[in-house]
């Protein structure tokens, strides 16, 4: 089992940046792919971006390419999200995945999900 938590939502004007967090524990994080999606109310859920734990590839949604970044510190067992130039448009409950495979990751089917964080951007 892995339990992931994030942190680092908030509100924040439109330009603004943010770095969200997801701690995993219960499993060698360093085995782990992780990545992040967001789902805004009466929306799908949908990909934003993904890192490999191999050799720390990573995959980014067509809307955030360019301005967010993820990244990963296997001694903390952490993912980040850095998120900046956000948009109203970016407003959405972001949760962290996780898999010992890439591909589940990034197509939405981890086996591990967090409980999510609220980031809100406002015009």
């Known amino acids: 089992q892995v339990q992931l938590v994030e942190s680092g939502g908030g509100l924040v004007q439109a330009g603004g940046s943010l770095r969200l967090s997801c701690a995993a524990s219960?499993?060698?994080?360093?085995?782990?792919?992780m990545g992040w999606f967001r789902q805004a109310p009466g929306k799908e859920r949908v990909f934003v971006a993904a890192?490999?734990?191999?050799?720390?590839?990573?995959r980014y949604g067509d809307s955030v390419k360019g301005r967010f970044t993820a990244s990963r510190d296997n001694g903390k067992n952490t993912v980040y999200l850095q998120m900046n130039s956000l948009k109203p448009e970016d407003t959405a409950l972001y949760y962290c995945?996780?898999?010992?495979?890439?591909?589940?990751?990034?197509?939405?089917?981890?086996?591990?999900w967090g409980q999510g964080t609220q980031v809100t951007v406002s015009s």
């Open positions: 995945a996780a898999d010992s495979t890439f591909w589940k990751v990034a197509s939405g089917r981890g086996d591990y």
């Open positions: 219960g499993r060698t994080f360093s085995r782990l792919a």
């Open positions: 890192i490999n734990w191999s050799d720390g590839a990573t």
